[in-house]
């Protein structure tokens, strides 16, 4: 049975309104029916717990990314790379980086040697020079080949990677300093090793060849076209100059074609939005990296971004004009002398942030 309807004198008019309403009925103010919810306001209340999801996933990958950027920054490696001296080239505009790869072999167990064709030379020279200059026209990346052949403070005219075995770090960059008239800001070095596990960590680069490149003492055996390289296939790529008709310079080409290539495996979403990847590929650039004293995760993030927008065609990259290659010196051996007039051009164009000419090697 219903409920009983109480007698009318006992009853008001909002009781006999509201008796035998559906229950949502009865929520409304006294007097007047209430709106029955219909899909406007369901809707409402679903974009309202959309936006409170969205701000608790958005806070917590904050939270992570800063957790990852404090992680990080404890992992990040140091060393004294950078100092005043008599004659030091004025700070110029922009930023200026000295990028190194190095060719110690110290940490490499005999099977890795094997591995990655390489000897057992202990003298640390370095293999890749380059200066990154981030400024107000987009990132220039410009190769120094290790042949170069330029004055080392206290050690006379030699190739210019011989400026890291005679005095580490801190002569190859006032070297470099003096060779180009470019205050460097900021140094970061890679050694054999740790190249070789981040292109490992990002499952290799995709390299393409115009031509066959074979060379038994890098270990270099590619047919032409586009492969997916390791990180030992990518050290012989990159290490290949014997069988080069270009030597040197054609090295440094395949140099900056690698560093694109990783910059674009790095930032791929398949990375970026894989937090286990991520942390790997984190993890093997971390210990791969060594930084100036004065850098920091966010110099360093900033280094990554002008890197990318190389590897994207924002930037420019370009080699440092020399006279002929394979020049011979007495006690030294083959050469690459700058051209004077243009490697002068391309560096000040760079300390004064202009443009720099569309001239010379590429």
């Not at 005999?110 to 981030?134: A, C, F, Y």
């Not at 026209?137 to 052949?149: A, E, F, I, N």
């Not at 310079?249 to 937090?275: C, F, I, N, T, W």
């Amino acid at each position: 049975m219903g409920r009983p309807i109480p007698p009318l004198s006992q009853t008001s008019s909002t009781t006999l309104y509201r008796a035998g309403r559906p229950r949502w009925w009865h929520r409304g103010p006294a007097g007047r029916p209430p709106r029955r919810p219909g899909p406007r306001r369901h809707r409402r209340a679903w974009l309202t717990w959309t936006l409170v999801t969205l701000l608790v996933l958005v806070a917590l990958v904050v939270a992570g990314g800063a957790w990852l950027y404090v992680s990080a920054g404890r992992q990040l490696q140091h060393v004294d790379a950078l100092g005043d001296y008599a004659g030091r080239p004025a700070a110029g505009k922009g930023t200026n980086w000295l990028l190194v790869g190095t060719d110690s072999r110290s940490a490499l167990t005999p099977e890795q040697r094997e591995k990655l064709h390489v000897g057992n030379n202990e003298v640390q020279n370095t293999d890749t020079i380059m200066v990154l200059h981030s400024g107000e026209h987009g990132p220039t990346l410009v190769s120094l080949p290790r042949d170069s052949y330029v004055p080392i403070p206290g050690h006379g005219s030699r190739k210019i990677n011989e400026a890291y075995a005679d005095g580490g770090p801190r002569l190859l960059t006032r070297t470099v300093e003096q060779a180009t008239g470019l205050r460097i800001d900021r140094y970061a070095e890679v050694n054999f090793l740790g190249f070789v596990q981040v292109v490992d960590a990002v499952d290799g680069v995709r390299l393409c060849l115009d031509a066959p490149l074979k060379d038994e003492k890098s270990g270099a055996d590619f047919t032409a076209g586009c492969h997916r390289m390791n990180g030992a296939e990518a050290l012989a790529f990159v290490r290949a100059r014997y069988a080069d008709p270009e030597g040197d310079l054609g090295r440094v080409k395949r140099q900056r074609q690698l560093l694109g290539a990783v910059a674009e495996e790095m930032a791929a979403p398949s990375v970026l939005l894989d937090p286990g990847r991520f942390r790997r590929v984190l993890d093997a650039s971390l210990a791969a990296l060594v930084v100036d004293d004065g850098a920091d995760m966010a110099r360093v993030l900033d280094m990554g971004w002008s890197m990318k927008q190389i590897a994207g065609g924002g930037g420019t990259a370009t080699t440092v004009p020399v006279n002929r290659p394979g020049v011979m010196v007495s006690g030294v051996g083959s050469v690459l002398p700058w051209n004077e007039s243009g490697a002068r051009e391309l560096f000040g164009a760079l300390r004064h942030d202009d443009r720099i000419p569309t001239s010379g090697t590429k």
